[in-house]
């Protein structure tokens, strides 16, 4: 199976076998992923000597995060899942990272809540709140973050802010409860997990209609030389 990530953080695609992933590309770079999503692809399955109709499927990261990148992302697997006759499999962003962060962190407690936040304007992020296992305890939404959210959580247990959107919190939200660990990005990889339990129950999107979960209506903004003269 093909995994793609293209958040606003990361550019990733990962090859799985089972539960195991086998291999991975992935580039920290913004504005890049045009450029490279493809590229990447290509020389995973040719590194694995594979064509794209020997693929199970094709897994892709759904939002909510950058419209650029969701964009990307989406098109791409789509057009592969289309001319390769394969199935595509869409993924929560926010249960990807989480899940991924708590698979690369062992040591959190089993009471710890799992915070991914993706960055949106000013001081709002798209965040979701899930527990150790992975279940949600807080749907995903806009949230303005004030030094007030999520303090019923934060008074009596840790919680780990993860995510492009989690360091303009880090000031606001001073509780000794609140953890933020450093260096955790995103990744194809993390899909793995949420990927099979879909693909094993046949619940695949539509290739012809499935669209990235943006959360909010797109905001374009004045070009430069309009706000100067305009």
Known sequence: MLHIETSTEVCSVALSRGMQCIACKENTEEKNHAALLTFFIETLLDEQNLRPSQL????????????????????????LCYGANIPLITVPTLHAIADGFVRK?????ADALICPM???????????????KGNIVEETAAVVITKDTFGQYLADRKVYFIGNGAFKCKELLSSPNACFPESFFPSA????????????????ADVAYAEPFYLKDFIAGKPKQFMEYG
Not at 57 to 76: E, F, H, Q
Not at 105 to 109: F, L, S
Not at 118 to 132: H, K, P
Request: glycine share 8%; charged share 20%.
């Open 56 to 79: 199970d499927a094709v897994a892709v990261s759904v939002g909510p995060g950058s419209y650029t990148g969701l964009r990307i992302g989406m098109s791409t697997a789509k057009g």
């Open 105 to 109: 962190h062992r040591h959190v407690a």
């Open 118 to 132: 993706i960055d949106a304007r000013r001081m709002e992020v798209y965040t979701a709140l899930f527990d150790a």
């Open 189 to 204: 990889e993390y899909l793995l997990p949420d990927a099979m339990k879909t693909f094993r129950q046949q619940a695949f």
